[in-house]
C-alpha cells in the first residue's frame, strides 16, 4: 500500500510542492528527493530497481512534472535461460517475450529509459555517462543483492547528490551495518535512517553527499538515531 498525504502538510516544503496533487513513491521517497533538492527543475537520476513505470515508483514524479532525465534499471533476465517461462498480469512469456512486454509496458507510461539487465553484473562503465547523478536509487531483493549492488557502482568517477537505499533491516539487520559504513566512507551523510512505514519495520536509509551539500536545502530535517523512523513522522509530523 502506498502512503498518500495532503502535501500542504509538509514540514519541509519546496519549490513546486504546493502544485503536486499526488506522489507515486511507496513511502515519498521522491518527495524526499525533491526536499533535498528544493524543487529542481530537470534533474537526473539512476533508478536500481524500477518495478512498475508509475505506482510505487520514485521517479515517476520526478519525471513528469519537474522534466527530470535518467534510467530506470530492473529485472536480471539476462541470466535466464532462454527456455524459461515468466509469468506476469496472468500471461506466460519467453525471456524475449517478457522483455519485449514490459518494455512496451513502461514506455506506455514513461518517456525515459528501462534497461532491463541484471544490476549486480552489468558493467557500469558501458551503462552511466553522466559523472554527476542528482538522485540514486538502490532497491532490487534480497538485500543482500542490493548491497553487491551497491559495492559495485562507480563511486570513484560518478557522484551522486542524494541516495535512497533499501537495507530491510527489518528482515537482516546486517545489511544496514555494511551499507552505513560503505557510503560513509564514500563522502556520504546519513539524512533520515532506518525509514519504516509504521514502528517497528525499518527498510530503507536516505542520504546525501557531503561534497554537495551547499545544494542541499538547508531546512531539511535530520533524524538518524530511531531505531524505527516512520515516514509520516518524519516528513509531516503526524
Not at 513502461?106 to 529509459?113: A, G, I, L, V
Not at 532497491?139 to 533499501?166: Q, S
Not at 553527499?209 to 513522522?233: D, G
Request: with cysteine; charged share 25%; proline share 4%.
Amino acid at each position: 500500500m502506498l502512503l498518500r498525504h495532503d502535501l500542504k502538510d509538509l514540514l519541509v516544503p519546496f519549490k513546486g510542492s504546493n502544485k503536486i496533487k499526488t506522489n507515486y513513491s511507496e513511502v515519498f521517497q521522491d518527495i524526499f528527493v525533491l526536499q533535498c533538492l528544493d524543487g529542481k527543475k530537470e534533474g537526473t537520476y539512476l533508478e536500481i530497481g524500477a518495478a512498475g513505470p508509475v505506482s510505487g515508483n520514485n521517479t515517476y514524479l520526478l519525471e513528469k512534472e519537474f522534466g527530470w532525465n535518467g534510467l530506470s534499471i530492473d529485472y536480471g533476465y539476462d541470466d535466464w535461460d532462454d527456455s524459461v517461462v515468466i509469468t506476469c498480469d496472468n500471461q506466460s512469456f519467453s525471456k524475449s517475450g517478457f522483455k519485449k512486454y514490459w518494455d512496451e509496458k513502461w514506455h506506455k507510461d514513461r518517456d525515459q529509459p528501462l534497461l532491463l539487465t541484471n544490476a549486480i553484473t552489468c558493467d557500469w562503465k558501458n551503462i552511466l555517462n553522466n559523472t554527476i547523478i542528482d538522485y540514486l536509487q538502490v532497491d532490487i531483493d534480497p538485500p543482500g543483492g542490493t548491497y553487491e549492488c551497491l559495492e559495485r557502482l562507480p563511486f570513484d568517477t560518478v557522484d551522486f547528490k542524494v541516495i535512497t537505499y533499501e537495507h530491510d533491516a527489518y528482515a537482516e539487520p546486517e545489511w544496514r551495518i555494511k551499507s552505513r559504513k560503505f557510503l560513509e566512507s564514500k563522502g556520504y551523510v546519513l539524512i533520515a535512517g532506518n525509514i519504516s512505514k509504521e514502528y517497528g519495520s525499518p527498510f530503507e536509509d536516505w542520504w546525501v553527499n557531503l561534497k554537495y551539500i551547499n545544494e542541499i536545502n538547508s531546512s531539511i530535517t535530520r533524524n538518524t538515531f530511531e531505531e524505527s523512523l516512520p515516514v509520516m513522522k518524519y516528513l509531516f509530523n503526524k
